[in-house]
Nanobody, 116 residues
Framework: QVRLVESGGGLVQPGGSLRLSCAAS????????MGWYRQTPGKQRELVAR???????NYADSVKDRFTISRDNANNTVSLQMNSLKPEDTAVYYC??????????WGQGTQVTVSS
């Protein structure tokens, strides 16, 4: 059983920062991609950022230059540093992991609210 546990969500004022973390545990084969999606009510889940096993990163245009994704391969963790947050960043953020089989695993989601 593979489990992804997220932490770090919450309420922050516009312009503020938050750091999300996600730890993968269990019988997970070698991890390829790690990343984050987000979803708001009535909208499709949107890819925020991803990082490949070699360190290559991709970001949604809406978060470039504000968010930074990183990973710790030794501990199977992925983090998302979010700076200069805007109200439109408000969403439930889900981490995901794709192993080399490939199989995809999802976290339970963590709420990020940007509001004054």
């Amino acid at each position: 059983q593979v489990r992804l546990v997220e932490s770090g969500g919450g309420l922050v004022q516009p312009g503020g920062s938050l750091r999300l973390s996600c730890a993968a545990s269990g019988s997970i084969f070698r991890i390829g991609v790690m990343g984050w999606y987000r979803q708001t009510p009535g909208k499709q889940r949107e890819l925020v950022a991803r990082i490949l096993s070699g360190g290559t990163t991709n970001y949604a245009d809406s978060v470039k230059d504000r968010f930074t994704i990183s990973r710790d391969n030794a501990n199977n963790t992925v983090s998302l540093q979010m700076n200069s947050l805007k109200p439109e960043d408000t969403a439930v953020y889900y981490c995901y992991v794709v192993d080399v089989v490939p199989r995809i695993y999802w976290g339970q989601g963590t709420q990020v609210t940007v509001s004054s």
